[in-house]
């Protein structure tokens, strides 16, 4: 469990506490050497019963090699340390750390430091500890928050991506060591990149100026959101919308969707027409409609120019079904009175199926 809190004696006397009833040891990552002995003195007041031994890369190495064998062997039951432990250290029994100023830790190094507890059966507990007293930087406030989001298997990646995105990165095709990547996104670049390199390889000639994707717009007339209720966190909900706008395919949806069910419960409405308005965005992607407004007595679908339309089959559709006509002639629009979203789509989806080419 992570938890980002402010500077506390309270939550530390509590966390620690909490380690010890168990048989723990807690790891104290204090990362200034010049002020970790008043630290320690901090500590000791606070905690008096606590064996504490302090451990950084200025020591000497018997004196460092001593305290980690009196923390490995027990006989000390707080490390406070340096982030010398971010790489190599394995001790199943200290399942809590407290990161004072966690702030001023790197993404991967916030990642890094806590997998040094949870290396056994027990609930390993995380706390990153700012102060509020001090005003916290755009990007550190980005960092915490992706860390915070990021519980699941392969996190590791999700969090290199977000720090590229956070400092930044080169120019994958340049010598620059600093490049424009950041303001687009690392998403964003990488779709732009692989675009072009498909053209070039198929043969065709690049264009810079034609937009990455044509853009189309659907308006169903009904709220189509992650409520408060059933994803209460804000940062949380962001991340999912930015995982429906990715999905390629119907199979990419439903993983999404089950999920969401499994993480959350069932959708309530309002979530269910979201899921409904990506199914019909997928479903469009690949065909030449740009717009399509459907509310509840009509919808209207706009068409490119010069679309690939079977007009034989269009005549045919209009002449059978009075409810259809052309309003222009890059539109079709249908008096259809339904109020239910899904069945809207699924007829939608259908009459677009019948005209193809």
Do not use: W
């Not at 606590?50 to 460092?64: F, T």
């Amino acid at each position: 469990m992570l938890l980002i809190v402010n500077f506390s004696q309270g939550i530390i006397n509590e966390a620690v506490s909490r380690e010890f009833n168990r048989g723990g040891q807690v790891y104290f990552l204090h990362n200034e050497v010049n002020t970790i002995q008043f630290m320690y003195e901090k500590l000791s007041k606070l905690l008096p019963d606590a064996r504490i031994g302090i451990a950084h890369g200025q020591l000497k190495e018997k004196e460092l090699e001593s305290v980690m064998q009196d923390f490995h062997q027990h006989r000390i039951n707080i490390l406070l340390c340096s982030t010398i432990i971010e790489t190599g250290i394995d001790i199943p029994s200290a399942n809590t750390i407290i990161m004072n100023r966690a702030d001023k830790f790197g993404l991967a190094q916030l990642h890094q430091l806590r997998g040094r507890v949870g290396r056994s059966h027990h609930q390993a507990y995380a706390y990153l500890m700012i102060d509020e007293d001090r005003k916290l930087t755009s990007n550190a406030k980005k960092r915490l928050e992706a860390i915070q989001l990021m519980e699941d298997l392969g996190a590791g990646y999700h969090l290199a991506i977000h720090d590229l995105e956070i400092r930044g990165a080169g120019e994958l095709l340049g010598d620059n060591q600093s490049g424009q990547m950041h303001e687009i996104g690392f998403s964003l670049y990488m779709e732009m990149l692989n675009k072009a390199i498909k053209q070039l390889k198929a043969g065709e000639e690049l264009d810079i100026e034609k937009p990455i994707t044509s853009n189309r717009e659907i308006n169903l007339h009904t709220p189509t959101i992650l409520t408060q209720t059933y994803c209460p966190n804000t940062n949380e909900r962001l991340v999912i919308y930015k995982r429906f706008s990715s999905c390629k395919s119907q199979d990419e949806l439903v993983a999404l969707k089950e999920e969401l069910i499994d993480r959350f419960g069932q959708m309530p409405e309002q979530t269910k027409d979201l899921v409904i308005f990506h199914k019909l965005r997928i479903d469009i992607a690949s065909t030449e409609i740009i717009k399509i407004d459907s509310n509840k007595k009509s919808t209207e679908i706009t068409f490119q120019k010069n679309a690939s339309i079977d007009p034989i089959k269009l005549i045919d559709l209009i002449q059978s079904d009075h409810r259809f006509k052309m309003n222009g002639p890059d539109k079709l629009k249908v008096a259809l009175e339904e109020e239910e979203v899904a069945k809207r789509v699924t007829f939608i989806t259908k009459k677009i199926d019948d005209l193809k080419v």
